[in-house]
């Protein structure tokens, strides 16, 4: 069984800088596909970023593009978001997720993580 365990959340100043850490277990790692979601109350559920098992990146939301970097370190079993330039309007619960399998479409996960508020102040 895989468990996510998130941390690095808090508070920022517009213009200020984060990083979220989602460290994995129970799971085979290297082969699986990870992301990072957000989710304010009264929006939909954001898909900001995906990084694939073989390090392929994508960055589905134009919002994010520029500002928030995903990594992956696999001896550590921990993937990252880097976010810079941080603006009120990125003020969100956030979420990381991992598949199963390597062959997963982007977007699709099976495990997530417990959520990590981020609060930005203008």
């Given at each position: 069984?895989?468990?996510?365990?998130?941390?690095?959340?808090?508070l920022?100043?517009?213009g200020?800088?984060l990083?979220?850490s989602?460290?994995?277990?129970?799971?085979?790692?290297?082969?699986?596909?990870?992301?990072w979601?957000?989710?304010?109350?009264?929006?939909?559920?954001e898909?900001v970023?995906d990084?694939r098992w073989?390090g392929?990146i994508?960055y589905?939301?134009?919002?994010?593009?520029g500002?928030?970097?995903?990594?992956?370190?696999?001896a550590?079993?921990t993937?990252?978001?880097?976010?810079?330039?941080?603006k009120?309007e990125?003020?969100a619960?956030?979420?990381?997720?991992a598949?199963r399998?390597?062959?997963?479409?982007v977007g699709?996960f099976?495990?997530?993580?417990?959520?990590?508020?981020?609060?930005?102040s203008?």
């Amino acid at each position: 069984q895989v468990q996510l365990v998130q941390s690095g959340g808090g508070l920022a100043q517009a213009g200020g800088s984060l990083r979220l850490s989602c460290a994995a277990s129970g799971g085979t790692f290297t082969t699986s596909n990870l992301g990072w979601f957000r989710q304010a109350p009264g929006r939909e559920r954001e898909f900001v970023a995906d990084i694939r098992w073989s390090g392929t990146i994508t960055y589905p939301v134009d919002s994010v593009k520029g500002r928030f970097t995903i990594s992956r370190d696999n001896a550590k079993n921990t993937v990252y978001l880097q976010m810079n330039r941080l603006k009120p309007e990125d003020t969100a619960v956030y979420y990381c997720a991992a598949s199963r399998i390597s062959w997963s479409p982007v977007g699709k996960f099976d495990y997530w993580g417990q959520g990590t508020q981020v609060t930005v102040s203008a």
